[in-house]
Every structure is written in structure tokens, then in C-alpha cells.
């Protein structure tokens, strides 16, 4: 329930506080005088788009809040799926800022308007005037049905079955397109990956290949060029070996006249055996050149293939080459297994189909039972609000296909009248006539579910005299197990409430401003006396206020 509503620099309200109560409220104040206001500010804190020529002082920022105690109402759920830390003393703050942005905290903490949105009709329930109009969509008339069924459990449970039907269906939509992709793709796929395959790229060295090529296109050359170092390291007298050694004999005459010819000495002495171990190395390079055609047209061709691999796939590397088989070899593998992924989908499919269905009949059976009792319940509520001929009827027929409440579809006929025969509600129903169909069918909702708190505009619009004596009395045993706020021009409900707010103007320095005033027992009657009688308030009046409050 509603427990406080602030409202700062909105509209004409510049500055209020006011405190509810439980059990029945009424709303009462002249056409103009700020009760559509206050219902403007509320819907803000329940989501709705806020607009910056609403502002009262557009250079302030307006703020509005409202404070509900929710213990009793099972909102956890609510709380978590919307990723809200859930608190039983909730606080939601609206803000306007002058820059025209739009701010929502609930417990303090900035939330998203859809957050706001999703949590605000499970909070307060709003039915304006043009809201009995609600009364003609399938979509309400099935909620009020499946209440009465206990079905809000096994639409849970249907919801789901649903949602993975739609997944699936939509998977297998996709592997069979890609499927029908793929097969035109796969006989060159499958070109593509046995042309790498034959490469032999696992085992293929690039930069082996390249060198051993380079080897044998010029092992003549090579050849020449290590025989003459060889004769260079070894040829006697002129042979660089020889001359290091005859260098080294002369050094080792010195050695030990000084530690530098020491030093000296074994420089080059290490020099000699690295040369000499240079020489072999040469001489045995020498002895593994040789010139072979064969062996050189197989490296070639080995390579020939490989750049004409890289360049047809605009790759440079041999590992790359191996990626793109693997790839390919995966979408090769993924196409010849598509026609199993096929009929494992279509066998999921087909349960899931199954389960929706299965839980769907069970809906339209539940619905089935409890629309006698609905009829019963509403047909007896407008009975005792001037309509004892009015006659509902209930065509429930299931389809195949499936909706987001089942697979029925909901046709809810009505007649006022006797010998008149059934029409949609929104065709043969008065607007009177609505309004009283909308409080029967929250007074038969009030039996079986715990509602948010209700605030009904004028839904005693168009009924007068003993017929709004019987919607209060209706009002006030639904305001027993919550909180009901009802906006009225009507003295007979006035009377009904345990607590009763005026909503009038003032002028205050050249400004006019929206006020509001809980009223105690003696300016009830003086209200109420208004409502009866005008602004001249006569004894007749006051006399008549009274017997209505008691």
C-alpha cells in the first residue's frame, strides 16, 4: 500500500506531503481544483514518460516520491527478475531536471524507466475513466478467467514451454537454411581441402624447402667457391693454415720473455684450431655438394605448389595454409553431420511441441471450470448495481496455434437487457455500464488475489442515487483486504470512506496552487454537505450529509 506521496514543483503543486491509510480513501474536490494532478504525479512514479512542460517552475527541479509498504504482497520475484535489491519499506523518487532529463531511484538506487515500469503495476492499479475500455481486450478478460482458475502457476510453466518451442523452431529454421548453403558449398569446400591435403603441409618446411632449393640450383657454384677456400686454408707455403702455424713457431720463441707474448701466442693459437676445424667443416661441404637434377625438380615442385597454394588463398604462411584446412575440414564435417542435427532439432521440436500442448489443454480445461462461476459472481454483483438483467456469455475456443496465454481464443459477449441479444462488450455496453462491470469484475478479483492498491477515477460516472450507494458499499467490502482510493463527485460514496482528502486551489501571491487536506469528522459533513447542496451550505444539507456518514 501507499503509505506517503511528495510532490514538489509539479503542475500547480508547488510543495505537499500527504499521508494514506488503509482500507478506503476518498478523493473529493471541484472539476479543475488538481485530482487529475495528483493521479499525473503518481503515474511519474510508476513509469510513466515524464514530460518537462508538467514542471511548475521549469528551472527547479521537480521531485516526486512515494513511499509503499509491500511485505504482504510477494514482490521478491518481481524485485529479482528486474535486478532490484527488494526492500519492504520501498522508496521510488521521481526527478525532473530543469535540462528536461528524467531520473528514477528506487530504495536510493538509479534504476531504468523499464525497470520502473515493470515493477509499477504490481504497486498501484489506475483505472481512469477511458480504463474501462480495458474491459473489451481478450488479454484482461483471460487474466480475470485464469485468476479464478489458479492458472498463474501453469502460465508460468506454459510461458517457458513456449519460449523453448520458439528457440527451437527457430534453430532448426537455421540449421536448414545453412544446411541448404552449405551442400551448394561443400563439393567446393571439399576441392579446396583435398588440394591442401596433397600438399602434405604438415611435413612441409618453407624455409627448408627454399634453402635446399637455393643449394642445388647452384651447387657448381658452390662447390668452386668452397674448393678454393679449402685451397686457401691448406695449400702449402701459401696456405693460410701453414702461415698461422709458422707465425705461431715464431711466437713460441717469445713466450717466455713476457706474459703479452704469452697472451699473444695462445690468441693465435686458439685462432689455428678454429681455422683447422674450418677446414674440415669446408672439405667434407665440398664432398656433399653435388648437382642433382632429379632431387632439385622435386623441391621445386614441392615449392611451386606451395606458393601457388599461398597465393590462391592470399596466405603467406604454411601455418596458415594448415588453418585454413582445419577450417575447412570442420565445415566439411559440419555439413555431412547437418542432416543428424536435423532430426535430433526436429525431435526436440516435436516434444516441446508436445509439453506446450499438453499444458495449454490443461489451461482450457481449468478455464472451462471456473467461467461458470465467474458469470455467476459478476451477473450477481451487477444485479445488486442496477442491472438484473445483465447476462454475460463466455465463448472459449482452442485453436492450433500457439498465443502468448495458450491456444484459446476468448470472445466475452454481454447483453443489459432482456430479448436483446449478445454483443461485444464495447459495442453494446454504456459507459455507465462499463464502469459498473469494471467494479464488479476488481470486486470478484479482490476474492481470489491479493491486488495492488486501486485507485478508481470517477468510475462512478454516469450511476447516481441508490445504484452509487451499492458501488460504495461494493468499494467499501473490497477495501477490507487492501487499499482503495476512490476520486468522486458522488456524496453516496463520499459517505463510505474511513478517510476522506480534499483537493482544492488557493491563491497565494498572485499564484494559484493545488492544496490538499485530510478532513476530520466536522468538515466532512461540511464536504459532503457541498456536494449535496453547491457552495451555500443549508441546514438540509448538513442534515443530510450526517445521516449519509452514519
Known amino acids: 500500500m501507499i503509505t506517503t506521496l511528495a510532490i514538489k514543483n509539479y503542475a500547480l503543486i508547488d510543495d505537499i506531503r500527504v499521508d494514506f491509510n488503509s482500507g478506503l480513501t476518498i478523493i473529493t474536490g471541484e472539476t479543475g481544483a488538481g485530482k487529475s494532478i495528483l493521479l499525473g504525479a503518481l503515474s511519474l512514479v510508476l513509469g510513466k514518460r515524464a514530460d518537462v512542460s508538467s514542471v511548475k517552475d521549469a528551472t527547479k527541479k521537480c521531485v516526486i516520491e512515494a513511499e509503499f509498504a509491500i511485505d504482504h504482497y510477494h514482490l521478491q520475484p518481481i524485485f529479482e527478475e528486474n535486478e532490484l535489491d527488494y526492500e ?49 481486450s481478450e488479454a484482461f478478460q483471460m487474466e480475470v478467467i485464469d485468476v479464478l482458475a489458479d492458472n498463474l502457476g501453469l502460465l508460468r510453466e506454459y510461458a517457458l514451454q513456449l519460449e523453448s518451442f520458439k528457440k527451437l523452431s527457430t534453430t532448426l529454421l537455421e540449421v536448414k537454411n545453412s544446411k541448404e548453403t552449405a551442400t551448394k558449398e561443400l563439393d567446393y569446400n571439399t576441392f579446396l581441402y583435398n588440394e591442401l591435403k596433397e600438399a602434405d603441409l604438415e611435413r612441409l618446411n618453407q624455409q627448408e624447402l ?3 632449393y637455393a643449394t642445388l640450383n647452384n651447387s657448381e657454384e658452390i662447390q668452386e667457391s668452397l674448393a678454393k677456400i679449402h685451397r686457401l686454408f691448406s695449400e702449402e707455403q701459401i696456405g693460410t693454415l701453414d702461415t698461422a702455424k709458422e707465425a705461431r713457431l715464431s711466437l713460441g720463441k717469445l713466450r717466455s720473455f713476457s706474459s703479452e707474448y704469452e ?11 678454429e681455422l683447422e676445424d674450418l677446414e674440415q667443416t669446408v672439405e667434407e661441404l665440398v664432398g656433399n655438394v653435388e648437382a642433382d637434377p632429379q632431387k632439385l625438380q622435386e623441391v621445386n615442385d614441392r615449392l611451386q605448389t606451395l606458393y601457388k597454394l599461398q597465393q590462391k588463398h592470399s596466405l603467406a604462411t604454411v601455418e596458415e595454409l594448415l588453418g585454413l584446412q582445419t577450417e575447412l575440414e570442420e565445415k566439411i564435417d559440419i555439413t555431412l553431420t547437418m542432416d543428424e542435427r536435423i532430426l535430433e532439432l526436429e525431435k526436440q521440436l516435436s516434444e516441446a511441441k508436445r509439453s506446450a500442448l499438453q499444458t495449454a489443454e490443461t489451461l482450457h480445461e481449468k478455464r472451462l471450470k471456473a467461467i461458470p462461476q465467474l458469470k455467476q459472481k459478476l451477473e450477481s454483483f451487477l444485479k445488486e448495481l442496477g442491472l438484473p438483467n445483465a447476462q454475460f456469455q463466455f465463448v472459449l475456443t482452442p485453436s492450433e496455434a500457439f498465443r502468448r496465454i495458450g491456444t484459446d481464443t476468448l470472445d466475452l459477449l454481454f447483453t443489459a437487457n432482456k430479448g436483446l441479444p449478445f454483443g461485444s462488450l464495447k459495442k453494446v455496453a454504456s459507459g455507465g455500464e462499463l464502469s459498473r462491470i469494471m467494479l464488479a469484475v476488481k470486486a470478484v478479483l479482490t ?25 460504495a458499499t461494493i468499494m467499501g467490502e473490497m477495501s477490507k483486504s487492501m487499499q482503495l482510493f476512490s476520486i468522486t463527485h458522488l456524496p453516496q460514496i463520499a459517505a463510505k470512506g474511513e478517510h476522506h482528502i480534499k483537493v482544492y ?18 468538515e466532512r459533513i461540511v464536504e459532503i454537505a457541498q456536494m449535496i447542496g453547491g457552495k451555500k451550505v443549508t441546514d438540509s444539507a448538513i442534515a443530510h450529509a450526517k445521516e449519509l456518514l452514519n
Not at 263 to 273: G, Y
Not at 454 to 460: A, S, Y
Not at 505 to 522: C, F, G, P, Q, S
Open 88 to 136: 519492504s519499506h520501498t522508496i521510488i523518487r521521481r526527478e525532473i531536471l530543469p535540462s528536461g532529463k528524467s531520473r528514477a531511484f528506487i530504495n536510493d538506487t538509479p534504476v531504468a524507466l523499464h525497470q520502473l515500469q515493470a515493477l509499477g503495476p504490481h504497486l498501484v492499479d489506475i483505472h481512469s475513466q477511458h480504463e474501462t475500455l480495458t474491459l473489451s
Open 210 to 212: 627454399e634453402e635446399t
Open 263 to 273: 697472451a699473444l701466442w695462445n690468441r693465435l693459437n686458439s685462432a689455428i684450431i
Open 447 to 471: 476474492q481470489y488475489k491479493k491486488l495492488p492498491t486501486i485507485i478508481f477515477d470517477e468510475i462512478d460516472s454516469g450511476v447516481s442515487g441508490e445504484i452509487a450507494h451499492k458501488m
Open 505 to 522: 486551489k488557493e491563491d497565494n501571491e498572485a499564484v494559484t496552487v493545488t492544496r490538499l487536506k485530510t478532513l476530520n469528522e466536522d
